[in-house]
């Protein structure tokens, strides 16, 4: 049980709404379901789970080795507990596109993110991609337009064709993938803003921009993407980078000193992590079904 008041179709809604307002929409990425309570008690416009974040939590790198059991479980972990509309990475479809569309808008998901790079695909930001034909890639998202049941279940189509045939050959890509149904468009790995102003200048659709830290794109400030016409942007990594770098200075820290006292003013208190998780809503809760079920029983 929990607190959240929007169902899977609210939240869709939702976000096709903010869509239409023109304003961009910010969502960072959530490797786990307490990250995405923080992001909604923030303020920002949804939640994103990236398909590298979900491999580097299970020790793996980005290849192409996680499941749709791995994927869909975590990610309706994550939804489930913010009332924001969540946006999965699925690849390149985990071999049915089919099933994976319908598992994700099952587990109450908002949009997904299809890539028209090889199955055993690498990180956006890496060199050496493999693509699929855009014959190939155009038949996935009609596959996958056609297979959910909501219509505003969103269906992304991202393209790694800028580093691989240029940038031009991936703006023909991204018309073909509108035409297929695509409702937004994910051009991955452009470096400046005069490659984000050429795409939206190329395309009439709405448009979604990846600021990950190290890789191959300037970080932009939101307001400078929003000026550019882009209409979402996604912090996919920034969460798990910053927890992963706190949790090995600190255990590095106790490793040297023998205890964790001089880390005490770096850690969530207590007190914080019993507000984010409402601990006394769901202690309420449990107390008034208790003494409901043992009335008139003693």
């Known amino acids: 049980m929990h607190f959240v008041e929007k169902n899977a179709e609210q939240k869709r809604i939702d976000l096709d709404q903010k869509l239409k307002s023109k304003q961009i929409l910010r969502f960072p990425g959530a490797y786990n379901p307490l990250t995405a309570k923080v992001i909604e008690e923030i303020g920002y416009d949804g939640v994103y789970v990236s398909g590298g974040v979900m491999s580097n939590d299970l020790g793996y790198p980005d290849i192409g080795l996680t499941t749709l059991n791995d994927v869909s479980k975590r990610s309706e972990q994550i939804a489930r507990v913010t009332n924001l509309p969540t946006i999965v990475d699925i690849d390149t479809g985990f071999k049915s596109c ?157 490793f040297a000193d023998g205890h964790q006292n001089n880390l005490l003013d770096k850690m969530q208190t207590r007190k914080r992590l019993y507000d984010l998780v409402e601990y006394e809503k769901y202690n309420s809760l449990d107390e008034k079904i208790y003494n409901f079920s043992t009335e008139g029983h003693e």
């Open 98 to 254: 089919k099933e994976t569309i319908e598992t994700f808008e099952k587990f109450g998901i908002s949009a997904v993110h299809l890539e028209d790079q090889v199955e055993r695909k690498r990180c956006g930001h890496l060199d050496n991609k493999e693509l699929i034909s855009q014959a190939e890639m155009v038949k996935k998202i009609e596959e996958c337009v056609s297979s959910k049941k909501d219509k505003n279940f969103k269906i992304i189509a991202r393209s790694d064709a800028k580093s691989v045939e240029g940038i031009d050959k991936m703006i023909d890509r991204c018309k073909a993938y509108v035409d297929a149904g695509a409702d937004i468009i994910f051009p991955e790995a452009l470096s400046d803003e005069k490659e984000f102003e050429k795409v939206r200048k190329s395309l009439d659709c709405y448009l979604l921009a990846n600021m990950t830290e190290f890789g191959k794109s300037k970080l932009l400030n939101f307001k400078d993407l929003e000026n550019l016409g882009y209409n979402i942007v996604i912090y996919p990594v920034t969460t798990q980078r910053l927890a992963m770098k706190s949790v090995e200075d600190g255990l590095r820290a106790i």
